[in-house]
């Protein structure tokens, strides 16, 4: 009878308890995990260090690339992904963690430039609560710019720069209040402003993951340093002093192609 009840518990499964916990997304099956790989190899990555800058907590993938997310996401925030030897990879989560976030990261190319990985703030240190992602500035303000010097090498006549900006959030244009991604109904801001050695090339208008802006091939200098620069907007609503649009932004790197 001993037996029969094993054999019966091996046939039908040892019965397992899973607990859920707060802001954590519960295991069931493989697919329902959180996991990285490489994107070229679909190959589990071990290791990669999963980062929330707003809630100083970072975890690392484990063998199979999985990871857990062990802390409570009230506002949309920004994870950032770093392994060496792969591009930095960052989105912005929200606070419905239902669906699991299966990522696909890619190695770097020796043409890659990467020029920012940290959590970089730019404004005044004072926004309303209602701005977008307000809940989730955790760093102080290097000021209404943030500019950089880097080299570029080996570009082909053929070949085109393009900036990549990894995250960006906190813009209050009225175009990312058009979105939902602005709570701040009552004013708006103009958008952040792109420089490029100096010259204006864009404007961002809104806040997201992404952003791939060209650079115009005949301001880039070819093996000499070039300078990329990102001014914030500031509030449109407000003329006795200037209220410089407070936002944060991860990741940016430039790709020739
Ligand atoms: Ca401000």
Redesign the pocket.
């Known amino acids: 009878m001993k037996k029969l009840f094993i054999i019966l518990l091996l046939i039908l499964g040892i019965p397992t308890f899973c607990k859920t916990i707060n802001g954590e997304i519960t295991k069931q099956s493989k697919k329902d995990t959180n996991q990285i790989y490489d994107a070229q190899t679909n190959l589990p990555l071990e290791n990669v260090i999963v980062k929330i800058p707003s809630k100083n907590y970072y975890t690392k993938t484990k063998k199979d690339g999985s990871f857990k997310l062990q802390t409570q996401i009230n506002a949309p925030t920004i994870m950032a992904l770093e392994k060496n030897g792969y591009k930095p990879y960052s989105m912005t989560i929200g606070t419905n963690l239902n669906s699991p976030i299966n990522i696909g990261i890619e190695k770097t190319t020796p043409k890659d430039i990467i020029v920012e990985t940290d959590m970089v703030h730019i ?2 240190d ?2 309303s609560k209602k701005s977008a992602n307000a809940n989730d500035f955790c760093l102080k303000s290097v000021g209404a710019f943030y500019t950089k010097d880097f080299n570029v090498k080996n570009i082909n006549k053929s070949e085109n720069l393009f900036l990549i900006i990894g995250s960006i959030i906190g813009i209050d244009t009225l175009e990312a209040q058009r979105l939902g991604q602005s709570g701040v109904l009552t004013a708006y801001s103009s958008p952040p402003e792109l420089y490029f050695n100096g010259n204006k090339i864009s404007d961002i208008k809104i806040n997201g993951d992404n952003q791939r802006i060209k650079i115009p091939s005949e301001l880039v200098k070819q093996n000499q340093i070039n300078n990329v620069t990102l001014k914030t907007g500031h509030n449109l609503y407000k003329v006795s002093s200037i ?4 936002i944060e932004f991860t990741n940016l790197m430039f790709e020739i192609k």
């Open positions: 404004g005044d004072s926004f209220d410089y649009d407070d």
